[in-house]
């Protein structure tokens, strides 16, 4: 089984290639969506994100409205840096017990803070997607119906293309549309 790393910044179109590769017959395992998992009331890290930043980041059903918790995070970087302290240990275990569980040739691990992460899984290979900027401000802006400035702001406090490039061992550029999507994936499965 080979593992393969998929990271990338906000609009560049991770998740895209992450899910091209699962239609593809690799199995997925996704770091946001066992975020959300984790932060939900029962989840592991439930208790310990309301102890650390309070009840005012509940929503009316006792839920972490994870827009609140955004706002507080990213507008300090030590907030930040706790809230990834708390969930980082919780989405690590889990991506450790799906991969045991996999029976799959290739495992995609879809992890945005891939190299800002101190991430513990070994990777076969890792792989960038990026995309220049004004596509991934459109991109933002349609997905999140947000601001060409916010969208702005949240390019700015990730890695940049030329970051990107260095760390990782495989980039793809991803200006083009979901057909460029699937050919990539489809090489990147045929290597391996």
Known sequence: ???????????????????????????????????HRISKKGGAAFDEIVTSFGTDILDKTGEIDRKRLGKIVFENPDKLELLEKITHKHIFERMQQE???????????????????????????????????????????N??????????ARIKNQLSNDEYKALADVCFENNGGPEEIEKFARRLLGKL
């Not at 790393?5 to 239609?23: D, F, H, P, R, Y």
């Not at 070994?122 to 220049?132: F, P, R």
């Open 143 to 152: 997905r999140d119906g947000i601001t060409k400035d916010a969208a702005v």
């Open 1 to 35: 089984m080979k593992i393969i790393g998929i990271t990338g910044g906000t609009g560049a179109g991770k998740s895209e290639l992450s899910a091209k590769l699962g239609q593809l017959g690799a199995t997925v395992v996704d770091s946001d969506l066992i975020s």
């Open 99 to 141: 991969i045991e569980a996999c029976d799959t040739d290739a495992v995609v691990l879809d992890v945005p803070l891939l190299f800002q992460c101190n991430f513990p899984i070994k990777c076969d290979l890792t792989v960038a997607v990026i995309a220049d900027e004004e596509t991934r401000i459109k991109r933002i802006m």
